[in-house]
């Protein structure tokens, strides 16, 4: 916590939560299942978070959902993710987590939830609101009833719902209704769009989703038209550099939009989409901003945009703009 990359306070908007698992818990869960033999100690299991590719990450990433198999794993890593969060001086978060995934395994999407829930409050330090991914890949059917699975328990922090997964293969369109009845029951909405797929996505996201929020975008950069009408909207993107450069979306930093976007008025959120599993922080992702040119007050102001662009009451956002301009790293 020496740096003022460490110090200084933050807001996450977009982290899933089973990419966020420390590397001690999730090999606690390893042995508790038995070990893979793929990963016979905790420096294989580290060793198995480098990728290929996207559709790697996508294969990884479902390897690792196989030791998340009843509610008490839930608790657990809920409470892991959240003091490793907290001691990173994050002080507000909105989570993701995939009840979908855990179907298999015969965990209910309310119980799962309870659970994740019950791990969090266990750290009272950081403020951790859900959003529930529905998973393009189980398809508009099963997302529409996950959908109404979570209205059920919106009571312990869930707030919106978004779409991650294979972008390629499901596209925006297919959730159109899914959306539509998001709205109509309360949820904020956001869609991974414009990662692994092109400025289509982000296009059929905005114009078929009427999403409030972008996941990524990053590869709306090869569509003028689109950084012009995110601009003029205001549409705010939950923007994962390190991510980007893990799963070779991007192939050098040099490369990323980020500060192409920043410079052109596009409200900018920096995140780390599944920090563990790319062996990043936010920390590390400002330290990435200074290398391309963002100065302590232009990474201020991205943190600023995060904390605007939040599914907050007003008084929620005030509140916190209020206790960064008050900490004392924020004006070191």
């Known amino acids: 916590m020496n740096s003022w990359f460490e110090r200084v306070p933050k807001v996450e908007l977009h982290l899933h939560l089973e990419g966020a698992i ?44 196989r030791f998340l198999r009843e509610y008490e794993d839930f608790t657990l890593i809920a409470e892991a993710v959240a003091r490793d969060l907290a001691q990173q001086n994050i002080r507000y978060v909105e989570a993701f987590y995939s009840p979908s995934d855990f179907a298999r395994h015969g965990l209910q999407p309310q119980r799962l939830t309870e659970a994740i829930r019950t791990g969090l409050s266990k750290v009272p330090e950081i403020q951790v609101a859900l959003v529930a991914d529905l998973v393009r890949d189980s398809g508009p059917e099963k997302a529409m009833t996950t959908l109404v699975e ?26 159109v209704q899914v959306f539509e009845q998001a709205r109509r029951l309360g949820f904020y909405t956001s869609a991974h769009a414009g990662e692994g797929a ?11 989703l009427h ?12 569509d003028e038209s689109l950084l012009d009408y995110l601009a003029e909207k205001s549409i705010p993107l939950e923007m994962c550099p390190i ?22 008025g596009m409200i900018v959120t920096v995140n780390t989409d599944d920090p ?30 995060a904390i605007a662009s939040a599914w907050l009451p ?19």
């Open 150 to 175: 979570v209205d059920e328990v919106r009571s312990l922090g869930v707030i919106g719902i978004g779409i991650g997964g294979s972008e390629q293969q499901y596209p925006p369109e297919l959730f």
């Open 22 to 65: 420390p590397y001690q818990a999730l090999w606690s869960l390893v042995q508790k299942y038995g070990e893979d033999q793929a990963v016979p100690d905790l420096q294989a299991l580290v060793r198995k978070f480098e990728y290929r590719d996207f559709p790697h990450f996508l294969e990884t990433w479902g390897w690792k959902n």
């Open 198 to 208: 092109g400025p289509e996505s982000v296009w059929g996201a905005i114009r078929h």
């Open 276 to 305: 563990k599993m790319f062996g990043n922080s936010l920390a590390d992702e400002y330290r990435l901003l200074e290398q391309l040119g963002f100065s302590r007050d232009e990474i201020r102001q991205v943190i600023s945009q």
């Open 211 to 222: 999403v409030d929020r972008i996941g990524h975008g990053t590869r709306a950069q090869e």
């Open 314 to 332: 007003a008084e929620e956002k005030e509140r916190l703009h209020r206790m960064f301009s008050e900490d004392a790293a924020w004006r070191d």
């Open 243 to 264: 991510s980007n450069l893990r799963t070779r979306v991007v192939q050098s930093p040099q490369e990323h939009p980020v500060r192409r976007y920043f410079e052109r």
